[in-house]
């Protein structure tokens, strides 16, 4: 795909050089930033365009192509509710089907051409007097009325910082970086890490390595996956009798919805599924050393619950060891743990997750008074409000912002609710022609002590655990608390009263800014 500009991104020639101007730029085509050019179009919102770094949408389902990849979400509902797909194959849909179904849909609804492909967002400034981001990417330079940030939290691979790891003179990748290049077949792998992406990776690859080590820190808990593929009735079903598919959406939506008792409300509540994760261990894995090994020492929920059949028996292989000692050192061709035991192997596959509250991209975008998101989050924590706006961030709005994470449904059913806020933001702008609009520091601090006081009930702050959910001010920054329909409902309008705005006017000498948008917002 090559990278393209549309018309409506105006070359100006400035004393900065050439700058493409555009009212809104989206950085990032995932299904968040995807869904938001969709929705533009749609309302003839056209003046915008979308970054993307990589050479098409998709994001994490774009970069994570390691074997085994597939959601743990049932597709009829991670799909976007206005792009419903009656061909899924089963019930789990693998990263290649669900990458092939964002791609169809971009198509669909003709919105490649609104796309700056190869085109990595480098730094992001606002320009207070101009009232404007300017952001400088691989492609140059865009200036935009509004920027709206859709990168996703699971972007940025997070590498384990562990002596000599630069060092090692095999094959080494991360899960989602995975090269494919390197042939495994026959070869000593080394797995670190025992997430979500590690137990699909294991027994995808176990069969055909000839041996490998699982390097586990944390035990995950494991749930039994309800994964089938669809019979042929049943997809004639889904495309043919009207409201089945909308039907079977709505069922898998309100079933996972209930373990939103357990995990928010009354951690207490989740026991049953604890007692369901020990009898599956009990019955997968028939050594008691390995069990023990694998069996978790905190709350089940307290991390994110993984769902895999093949994993256990993948563990209990002859050719796969699990190694629960911490790694002390990589070498050119092993591994040493902190027993003194090494171990060689031919290539590493790191698995180690991602920088979610502590992403790189943070320190790239700098709000009103010059700070970067890093040094705000750095400061206060990574709060926001309603994971849409941020304070010192005037006319800049999040999609997957701080906050919005879940741990037990479909992340596209917050990525819509927030892809309405934002058609309701930039409509708010237009009608009341805003020049700026800024989130109230006092608005936020409200949302963010209401939204700590519902996580302090969870299993996620008293599981026992430690998560890439907390930040390093123990603060869980990254989920919500709640049931998704609240947040669909908070989100369903723009609450313009929470924000400060100022209004542009035409002079005759120019446009300036004449009020701040208290009185306006008061009036309202
Ligand atoms: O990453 P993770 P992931 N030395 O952070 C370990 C989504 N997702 O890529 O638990 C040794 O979960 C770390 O150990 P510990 C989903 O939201 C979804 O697997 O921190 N080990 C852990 O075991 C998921 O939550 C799907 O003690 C180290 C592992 O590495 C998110 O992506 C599939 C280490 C990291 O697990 C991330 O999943 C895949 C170190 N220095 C991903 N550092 C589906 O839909 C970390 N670890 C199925």
């Not at 997957?400 to 934002?422: A, C, D, R, W």
Request: hydrophobic share 40%.
């Amino acid at each position: 795909m090559s990278p393209k500009v549309t018309d409506n991104a105006v070359s100006t020639a400035g004393a900065e050089g050439t700058a493409r101007r555009v009212n809104t730029l989206i950085i990032g085509s995932g299904f968040a930033g995807l869904g938001a050019a969709i929705r533009l179009t749609q309302e003839g919102k056209d003046d915008f365009l979308v970054l993307e770094r990589g050479s098409d949408v998709g994001g994490t389902w774009r970069d994570n192509t390691y074997p085994g990849a597939a959601c743990d979400v049932p597709s009829h509902l991670y799909s976007y509710s206005f792009a419903l797909n009656p061909e899924w194959t089963r019930s789990f849909s693998t990263q290649p089907e669900i990458q092939k179904y964002i791609a169809s849909v971009a198509d669909k609804f003709d919105v490649r051409d609104k796309h700056v492909f190869d085109c990595d967002m480098q730094s992001a400034h606002w320009n207070a007097e101009n009232a404007e981001w300017e952001v400088q990417t691989s492609q140059g330079k865009f200036v935009s009325k509004v920027l709206v940030s859709a990168v996703g939290a699971l972007c940025e691979p997070s590498l384990p910082d562990i002596k000599g790891i630069n060092g090692f003179e095999g094959e080494i990748f991360h899960s989602a970086q995975w090269n494919h290049d390197a042939n495994l077949e026959g070869k000593r792998v080394a797995v670190i890490g025992t997430g979500a992406s590690a137990i699909q990776i294991v027994p995808a690859i176990a069969k055909s390595v000839s041996h490998m080590d699982v390097y586990q820190r944390t035990a995950p808990w494991l749930l039994p996956r309800a994964d089938r593929p669809y019979t042929a009735v049943e997809r004639l079903a889904f495309k043919h009798v009207p409201g089945f598919q909308r039907l079977s959406r709505a069922g898998i939506y309100w079933a996972r919805e209930t373990q939103v008792f357990g995990l928010a409300k009354a951690p207490i509540l989740m026991k049953p599924l604890e007692l369901v994760a020990r009898a599956k261990l009990q019955i997968e894995i028939r050594d008691a050393e390995l069990r023990e090994k694998v069996t978790p020492d905190f709350q089940i929920g307290c991390k994110r619950m993984l769902i895999s059949n093949e994993y256990y028996p993948a563990l209990s292989r002859d050719n796969v060891d699990l190694v629960t000692d911490g790694i002390k050192e990589v070498r050119a061709n092993s591994i040493v743990t902190e027993d003194g035991t090494e171990r060689e192997v031919d290539a590493i596959v790191v698995a180690t997750g991602f920088h979610v509250t502590d992403s790189p991209a943070f320190a790239t975008i700098f709000g009103k008074d010059g700070r970067s998101l890093a040094d705000v989050f750095d400061e206060g924590g990574q709060q926001g409000y309603k994971g849409s706006a941020i304070a010192n961030f005037p006319n800049m709005f999040f999609l997957v912002g701080p906050n919005t994470g879940l741990g037990h449904t479909s992340m596209v059913f917050m990525i819509e609710s927030q892809i309405n806020y934002l058609s309701k933001a930039l409509e708010t702008i237009e009608k009341q022609g805003l020049r700026t609009i800024e989130v109230k520091k006092s608005e936020q601090d409200a949302y963010n002590a209401d939204l700590q006081e519902r996580l302090s009930k969870s299993v996620w702050m008293n599981g026992g655990c430690a998560s890439w959910y907390l930040d390093k001010h123990g603060n869980n920054t990254t989920l919500w608390p709640s049931f998704t329909f609240e947040f669909r409902r908070m989100l369903n309008s723009f609450d313009v009263a929470a924000y400060d705005t100022t209004v542009a006017v035409e002079t005759d000498a120019d446009v300036v800014a004449i009020s701040a948008g208290k009185e306006k917002a008061n009036a309202r």
